[in-house]
């Protein structure tokens, strides 16, 4: 069980909006940054979000990224079907002096 | 384009040592902008960070595999390695080498190999 806690899965249907959460602490998220991976089927996962809300160069604006206390949110605006994917929430936890994964989310566009 | 390339035998013995090297190639190895990181990944589980290298070979290890692992770099090679010893199947895992930004607390890895299943079995 991981210290990020995700809903292991969201759906929604073709241009709809999904949230994903990460649930964390004050060893973590708190007082690190927090960043978003995306992982294709059968493929390295792909950075998504850094530091907390920012983009990486061709990353579309329909994925965003916020951050409050402890908890991270991940949004994801006109869902399409190449968004079908796991989705992990990683930072640095100071308590376990290491960088951490969340459980996972997996969207599924109806 | 920086790329990275795993390496090395994708199956290992009970109580032997899992090795990996990680090629680098569009890159140098030297480059003050990285961090050189260990990821894997169990089949059906998501990732985990098991530890990373600084060109000057500063490391950093999970603390829960910290008596088993190390990883070295070669810089003459453009690699960064991986040895896990005493294996057992809990070691089984896609095993992803990649690029970590800034320093080995940061959580964006943004560049990564294709990864290399291993598995640990009789």
């Known amino acids: 069980q991981s210290v990020l806690t995700q809903p292991p899965s969201v759906s929604a249907a073709p241009g709809q909006k999904v949230t994903i959460s990460c649930s964390g602490s004050n060893s973590n998220i708190e007082h690190n940054y927090v960043t978003w991976y995306q992982q294709l089927p059968g493929t390295a996962p792909k950075v998504l979000i850094y530091d907390n809300n920012k983009r990486p160069s061709g990353i579309p604006d329909r994925f965003s990224g916020s951050k409050s206390g402890t908890s991270a949110t991940l949004g994801i605006t006109g869902l399409q079907t190449g968004d079908e994917a796991d989705y992990y929430c990683v930072t640095w936890d100071s308590s376990l002096s290491a960088v951490i994964f969340g459980g996972g989310t997996k969207v599924t566009v109806l | ?122």
Do not use: M
């Not at chain 2, 961090?35 to 998501?46: A, D, L, T």
């Not at chain 2, 010893?85 to 607390?105: E, I, K, L, N």
């Open chain 2, 1 to 122: 384009q920086l790329q990275l390339q795993e390496s090395g035998p994708g199956l290992v013995k009970p109580s032997e040592t899992l090795s990996l090297t990680c090629t680098v190639s569009g890159a140098s190895i030297s480059s003050s902008s990285y961090y050189w990181g260990w990821i894997r990944q169990p089949p059906g589980k998501g990732p985990e960070w098991i530890g990373s290298i600084y060109y000057l070979g500063n490391t950093h290890y999970i603390p829960s595999l910290k008596s088993r692992l190390t990883i070295s770099v070669d810089t003459s090679k453009n690699q960064f390695s991986l040895k896990l010893r005493s294996a057992t199947a809990a070691d089984t895992a896609v095993y992803y080498c990649a690029t970590q930004r800034d320093y080995y607390g940061s959580g964006i890895f943004d560049y990564w190999g294709q990864g290399t299943l291993v598995t640990v079995s009789s």
